[in-house]
């Protein structure tokens, strides 16, 4: 039996900055979502996530937030939120927002009172540490964004504080009872707005381990280093994620929360969505994805070098997570976000860029859980390539330049590589159209350089149209078994993804071959019906002949 709203829908991510731009400036906004909500409903979109709307210096598009009580004023204003959230409501829609609670922006009046006042109350709503012994750093932990999570006071005190990203943007101390309540008021004030739900971003790093300590390399040298046991998963992070969420569930027990737990594994999935625990409903990881790192060219640095996926690994990720949550929540579904490279670059065949894109999505949407679409997607859209390497905003890139460089890669072969492996490639304007920036906007977008040729309005009027897919996949998804059905994954050759979805009544049987190679597949029930097919899959009894990159989805009779 469902319980909640949250347990049938199918999210749709939209990037704000990138999906529609009503206002002339080249950068999306709130108008422009609201304008495109017909377009999502049609496809069979029931929950839009928007990543963060809040008003931020842009350091890392939107994730640096300096009010969590203003919209930006690049994406809009209150009252287009109110209109967003009336429309997402006339349609029988639901609305989750990002929500920033680890870290803020260095803008924000928290930090600017803690730098002007160390003796203020905000110094405490920041981690702050003495310098070491030599006057260096404190330790040596690594941040996500490059070098090291401690900066020194730009004030001009002797101590450093804490920011596990970008140094613009400085972590919460959430051992403070003041900055859980604050956290609290942020999220009820949404909640009240008359949002549904929130994606907790990064609260998997909520709680840090003692500072004095060091992570130990071999040369003993404090170069630093990602240290993930001193800042994430750590068992405080389940005290504040409760506190935090069931205050919000007491007052409206209704709000869905999904928390980004990129590194989480399947057993701390289970920790972090055990029912009754008022934690998360459910958790986003990214230990699902597999590649294969065996071409790697070993004379320079592997962080953006493109790779396969590695299809037998992210079978075995796929049944790690999918048994482990079984009885305990619902997966989230996805092959793409805005933090990693669009699927279509990454794991599409541009020899078969249609029934790559409809094989894909027949293997992961049709599983035990909730899709989550990143924008664009349903278009089979490709990561927008990048001229200048500026374009990539990242501390990470000129490292992986300087080591390819080195090994004698051309700045062709280096832009090739980043184009198809960076996130920033992966954030690129939506195309609607095939009129000049393909109706994202009438002005250059804030994001530009090449794409491909495809747009919604020309998918739209194509039966056989990737849109057209995921819309008969989405439909398909409303319906027994795929609505109450357990996962059993269907042992199969290496490029085969089977696997069943068995309510207890009726079986449907999903077969995907996730290669150019043709590939026969034998059934584990006769008969039945074809509930979708594409890329030319055919069978008779039990056999299924499967052309390059074909998939069928066949219930029992
Ligand atoms: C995770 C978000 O998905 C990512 O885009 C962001 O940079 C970090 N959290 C920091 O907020």
């Excluded at 012994?133 to 330790?139: E, I, L, T």
């Excluded at 907790?200 to 500072?211: E, G, Q, V, Y």
């Excluded at 993930?228 to 409760?242: C, G, I, R, S, T």
């Excluded at 039990?542 to 219930?555: C, E, G, I």
Aim: charge should be negative.
């Amino acid at each position: 039996m469902r319980k909640h709203w949250y347990d049938q829908q199918t999210i749709y991510q939209i990037y704000p900055k990138s999906f529609n731009d009503s206002n002339h400036d080249g950068i999306g906004d709130i108008p422009g979502i609201t304008a495109k909500i017909p377009y999502l409903k049609q496809l069979g979109i029931t929950t839009i996530w928007l990543n963060p709307i809040y008003q931020s210096p842009q350091v890392d598009n939107g994730y640096d937030v300096s009010d969590y009580y203003q919209v930006d004023s690049s994406l809009g204003t209150m009252t287009d939120v109110e209109t967003l959230i009336k429309t997402v409501y006339e349609h029988g829609m639901y609305l989750i927002f990002d929500f920033v609670l680890n870290h803020t922006s260095d803008q924000h009046p928290w930090f600017k009172q803690a730098l002007a006042d160390p003796q203020s109350k905000y110094r405490d709503y920041y981690l702050w540490q003495d310098p070491a012994a030599d006057g260096g750093r404190p330790n040596n932990w690594g941040s996500f964004f490059g070098g090291s999570v401690w900066a020194k006071d730009p004030a001009g005190g002797s101590q450093y504080y804490f920011h596990l990203f970008d140094k613009r943007m400085p972590d919460l101390n959430w051992k403070n009872p003041a900055v859980q309540q604050a956290m609290r008021d942020v999220a009820e004030f949404w909640v009240e707005k008359g949002i549904d739900g929130l994606r907790l971003d990064a609260f998997i790093h909520l709680a840090k381990a003692d500072f004095r300590q060091t992570y130990p390399n071999r040369t003993g040298d404090s170069t630093p280093i990602i240290s993930d046991m001193f800042y994430a998963h750590l068992p405080k992070v389940h005290q504040y994620l409760h506190d935090f969420v069931a205050v919000i569930k007491a007052k409206h027990p209704d709000t869905y929360v999904v928390g980004e737990a990129s590194s989480a594994d399947p057993h701390l999935m289970v920790d972090y969505t055990t029912p009754g625990t008022d934690e998360c409903d459910q958790v986003i990881t990214f230990r699902t994805f597999a590649d294969d790192n065996t071409q790697d060219d070993p004379s320079f640095s592997d962080t953006f070098q493109p790779r396969p996926m590695d299809v037998t690994a992210y079978k075995q990720n796929t049944v790690g997570i999918q048994a482990a949550l079984a009885d305990t929540s619902l997966p989230t579904l996805y092959w793409n976000n805005h933090d990693m490279a669009r699927v279509a670059t990454r794991y599409g065949d541009p020899d078969y860029p249609q029934a790559s894109a409809k094989a894909l999505a027949t293997a992961l949407y049709l599983q035990r859980g909730i899709p989550i679409i990143y924008y664009g997607e349903e278009l089979g859209l490709t990561n927008i390539r990048y001229h200048d390497i500026a374009d990539f905003e990242d501390q990470t890139v000129p490292t992986f330049v300087a080591s390819a460089q080195a090994a004698g890669k051309s700045k062709v072969e280096i832009m090739r590589m980043l184009n198809q492996t960076h996130k920033m490639a992966g954030r690129g304007p939506m195309q609607w159209d095939n009129t000049v920036y393909h109706g994202f906007s009438d002005h250059l977008p804030w994001k530009h350089g090449d794409t491909d040729d495809m747009n919604a309005q020309a998918e739209i009027a194509d039966p056989d149209s990737i849109y057209h897919y995921y819309q008969q996949l989405l439909q398909l998804k409303q319906c027994a078994p795929f609505t109450n059905g357990q996962f059993i994954m269907l042992g199969s050759a290496e490029q085969l993804f089977t696997y069943l979805i068995d309510d207890g009544q009726k079986q449907a049987a999903i077969v995907c071959n996730l290669s150019a190679q043709a590939q026969t597949y034998l059934l584990p029930f006769v008969g039945g019906k074809v509930l979708l097919v594409q890329g030319g899959a055919t069978y008779r009894g039990r056999q299924v002949t499967l052309p390059a990159w074909s998939s069928l989805v066949v219930k029992s009779a």
